[in-house]
């Protein structure tokens, strides 16, 4: 089945620094993938829509300049958290789909522990 | 606008009794259903998908789900639990377009020995 690869599991930063998490689909080709974030014991957020070759679509109340999303290849986004600070800490998800239409499911990396200290 | 509610945010079972977890959507068209399951620090895993085929869906790991537009419910069941099913459950439903999933507020599954 379609895999998505996400990258680091788990990262530690310091506050004021910047991180990058990847997510990679390793045997289909995503030209849309979705960043979501997830708080304890909530469900998941969608942050942003992230689009090959072009601009990601944000949702509202979530700030593009903190969080930056690169699309470059059809296989693989990333995504910035700028400036980390305390708050940003949190589980942050990738997913993609291998087809396109309302039919498909998302196909979800491991996720990224980010800790901002 | 479409919606999907978990009724219940925890459910505890014994292992080997049947596994009911509720799900109710509202949608102004034929949705698209899925069920995923969270284990801890894990991504999230596709267990069955409801796309206006059978009604009655089949999944992974012995978990199914019927779909009733009747009751406009998509409750995921399994006959007999084990330890390893305890975990997050999502009811996802999609939007009409297909760019984006909506997902239930989840249930804890717990299952004792």
């Known amino acids: 089945g379609a895999v998505v690869s996400q990258h680091p599991s788990r990262v530690i930063c310091k506050s004021g620094t910047s991180v990058k998490i990847e997510c990679r689909s390793l045997?289909?080709?995503?030209?849309?993938m979705f960043w979501y974030r997830q708080f304890p014991k909530k469900s998941l957020m969608l942050m942003a829509t992230?689009?090959?070759?072009?601009?990601?679509?944000?949702e509202q109340g979530v700030e593009k300049d903190k969080f930056l999303i690169n699309h470059a290849s059809l296989t693989l986004s990333t995504l910035t958290v700028t400036s980390a600070h305390p708050e940003d800490s949190s589980f942050y998800i990738c997913s993609a789909r291998d087809f396109e239409g309302r039919h498909s499911p998302l196909h979800f990396g491991n996720g990224t522990r980010l800790t901002v200290t | 606008a479409q919606s999907v509610t978990q009724l219940d945010s925890h459910v505890s079972v014994s292992e080997g009794t049947p596994v009911l977890l509720r799900c109710n959507y509202s949608?102004?068209?034929?949705?698209?259903l899925f069920w995923y399951v969270q284990h801890p620090n894990k991504g999230l895993q596709l267990l069955l998908k409801?796309?206006?085929?059978?009604?009655l869906v089949k999944g992974i790991n012995g978990f199914e789900a019927e779909f009733k537009k009747s009751e406009t419910s998509f409750h995921l069941t399994k006959p007999s639990a084990h330890m390893s099913d305890a975990a997050e459950y999502f009811c996802v439903v999609s939007n009409q377009a297909g760019t984006a999933l909506i997902f239930g507020k989840g249930t804890t599954l717990s299952v004792s020995s």
């Open positions: 409801y796309t206006s085929a059978a009604t």
């Open positions: 992230s689009n090959e070759g072009s601009k990601a679509t944000y």
């Open positions: 949608s102004s068209y034929s949705p698209s």
């Open positions: 045997d289909f080709q995503a030209t849309t």
